[in-house]
């Protein structure tokens, strides 16, 4: 059962995949086929599942169709991975499939403040709870898929990172949970990373700002549009690729002893060591550059701009917390 570097074999094992349509979850999904997986590729459209199924080269990646914030969507995958899987059960669940809807917290309206919980983190424990029979059945392993945001919070992504916080808190209570069932739980933790999640967020924020333009949103708006363009090429810039995700996801269903947390980026390492050892003083001045209006653009009210002596950006760059 277990191979060289002390590996689990991956071939006859079943693994199920969520968001898979595209960006990491593809890669991931595309990835774990290869490497001997039996792979239920989660997807939301007759399209994507199409797509996948043509790129799976092996012939062992079986498109699902598996809204995460759908009840009925998550009882009928789970019925159809039983029916293929038998008793075997299930051994691992990677639980991928998320949004990032950012903009300042007093400029995000409640139902996009759910709407960002609900799949993240409500969908993620629903499709938890649904697949662990057949988790428990296989002896297998989930790995929750999170985000250096959730060990650092930035200011305009308040929502997205309450959504990684949780995912963190989530996968910690399960760990200690399923320990007695023997099923590992682990996160992986990507930096940025370049997919199609970028042009989704500045849609989205550009969305949320235009609903509270007139109000809130003018006191943000020219800080936070900086903020975007930032993220974008700093997701761009980033020598992390979806492989390395990959990866990282591949060694946590495959250790012998998977590891708790698997960062993929230097990003994520630097914030998580900077988050556990810095104060938050230090913190809240390193981010303060990046919702500082220019001097032109400053609202009455609010942040009151560089003091004599301010540094600017701390060692800890903005750019190096990641998404
Ligand atoms: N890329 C990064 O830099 C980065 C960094 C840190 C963390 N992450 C995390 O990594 C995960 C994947 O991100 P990505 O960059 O690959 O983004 P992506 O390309 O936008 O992929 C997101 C995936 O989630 C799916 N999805 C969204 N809502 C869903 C729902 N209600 N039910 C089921 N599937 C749903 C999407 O499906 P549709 O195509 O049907 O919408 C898509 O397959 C996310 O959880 C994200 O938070 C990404």
């Known amino acids: 059962m277990i191979g060289a570097g002390r590996r689990i074999d991956a071939r006859g094992r079943a693994v199920v995949v969520t968001g898979a349509s595209s960006g990491l979850g593809r890669e991931a999904a595309l990835h774990l086929e290869r490497a001997g997986f039996r792979v239920f590729a989660g997807v ?9 199924a043509a790129a799976a080269t092996a012939g062992r990646l079986t498109p699902l169709r598996l809204d995460v914030t759908r009840a009925d969507q998550i009882r009928g995958a789970v019925d159809e991975v039983a029916r293929q899987v038998g008793a075997g059960g299930l051994w691992g669940l990677v639980n991928n499939a998320g949004i990032s809807l950012p903009g300042p917290l007093e400029c995000v309206p409640p139902e996009q403040l759910r709407r960002q919980l609900d799949t993240n983190v409500v969908g993620q424990v629903a499709v938890i ?37 949780a995912k963190e808190a989530v996968s910690d ?10 099923i590992a739980v682990s996160v992986v933790q990507p930096g940025a990373i370049q997919t199609p999640i970028w042009d989704k967020v500045a849609d989205a924020g550009t ?7 007139g109000r809130a949103g003018d006191l943000y708006a020219e800080p936070f ?25 591949a060694r946590a269903l495959t250790a012998a002893r998977p590891r708790t947390r698997y960062p993929v980026g230097g990003d994520v390492r630097l914030g998580s060591l900077a988050a556990r050892l810095l104060p938050d003083a230090l913190l809240d001045r390193n981010f303060a550059p990046l919702v500082r209006p ?30």
Do not use: H, K, W
């Open 44 to 52: 939301r459209d007759r399209a994507a599942a199409d797509d996948l």
């Open 173 to 182: 209570s399960l760990r200690r949970e399923l320990r007695p069932f023997g």
């Open 294 to 323: 220019r001097p032109d653009r400053r609202p009455p009210t609010g942040d009151p701009g560089p003091a004599s002596g301010d540094p600017g950006p701390a060692p800890l760059a903005p750019t190096s917390s990641e998404d």
């Open 207 to 213: 969305e949320t700002m235009a609903r509270a333009a």
């Open 225 to 249: 549009d900086r903020f975007l363009a930032r993220l974008a090429a700093q997701a761009r810039r980033s020598g992390t690729t979806p492989a390395d995700f990959a990866r990282a996801v």
């Open 129 to 165: 709870q649904g697949f662990l029979p057949l988790l428990r059945t296989g002896r297998g392993r989930i790995v929750n898929v999170t985000s250096g945001l959730g060990r650092v919070a930035l200011p305009y992504l308040g929502a997205y990172a309450a959504a990684q916080f």
